[in-house]
T-cell receptor, first 110, second 113 residues
Framework: DAGITQSPRHKVTETGTPVTLRCHQT?????MYWYRQDPGHGLRLIHY???????DKGEVSDGYSVSRSKTEDFLLTLESATSSQTSVYFC?????????FGPGTRLTVL | GEDVEQSLFLSVREGDSSVINCTYT??????LYWYKQEPGAGLQLLTY?????DMKQDQRLTVLLNKKDKHLSLRIADTQTGDSAIYFC?????????????FGTGTRLLVSP
């Protein structure tokens, strides 16, 4: 257990609405990640952070933004949700050379 | 490019051994990982192997690494119904100085009584 929580765990929203997902960690890890999981694709990296206010894009970052104003929280925002962003979102932290994952948020965009 | 491939599905009987295979492309990967995902849950790290090793054993789990063929396998001995899950292989790659994980699509293991 790497002390990672995600909120909300489930969310249903409508196309065009903004959505923010939160990842919280309790162990002061420097690196945090956001992934999405879709059938047939495994996990794909959306954004990552290497410190407070230090973030960068992953392979599927279009339509997403992130913020990290304190070490323990990493927020993922969908400015205007689309149906293609229906997915399960996982946050992860890096401890040494291994990533540990949160329980996930299931997001449905209608 | 980076690509990790796995077969989609494996079905075994309880008590048999399961072997899940994975091929990867980045020969410079320093670590390779196996994660397990149960329904509705996050990914749980099962085990990992450092690239200078050929084999790692951890209780019922055996990881074999063939660097020449870029092939990784996970063997589960005495498979139990509780082992039914999706198993992901992942490799570490470096991208502009940043270390990232590349995942396979996952192998769904079904264990029948």
């Amino acid at each position: 257990d790497a002390g990672i929580t995600q909120s909300p765990r489930h969310k249903v929203t409508e196309t065009g609405t903004p959505v923010t997902l939160r990842c919280h960690q309790t162990e002061n890890h420097r690196y945090m990640y956001w992934y999405r999981q879709d059938p047939g694709h495994g996990l794909r990296l959306i954004h990552y952070s290497y410190g407070v206010k230090d973030t960068d894009k992953g392979e599927v970052s279009d339509g997403y933004s992130v913020s990290r104003s304190k070490t323990e929280d990493f927020l993922l925002t969908l400015e205007s949700a689309t149906s293609s962003q229906t997915s399960v979102y996982f946050c992860a932290i890096r401890r040494r050379d291994t990533q540990y994952f949160g329980p996930g948020t299931r997001l449905t965009v209608l | 490019g980076e690509d990790v491939e796995q077969s989609l599905f494996l079905s075994v009987r309880e008590g048999d051994s399961s072997v899940i295979n994975c091929t990867y492309t980045d020969s410079s990967s320093t670590y390779l990982y196996w994660y397990k995902q149960e329904p509705g849950a996050g990914l749980q790290l099962l085990t990992y192997i450092f690239s200078n090793m050929d084999m790692k054993q951890d209780q019922r789990l055996t990881v074999l690494l063939n660097k020449k063929d870029k092939h990784l396998s996970l063997r589960i001995a005495d498979t139990q119904t509780g082992d039914s899950a999706i198993y992901f292989c992942a490799e570490i790659t470096m991208n502009t100085g940043f270390q990232k994980l590349v995942f396979g699509t996952g192998t769904r293991l079904l264990v029948s009584p």
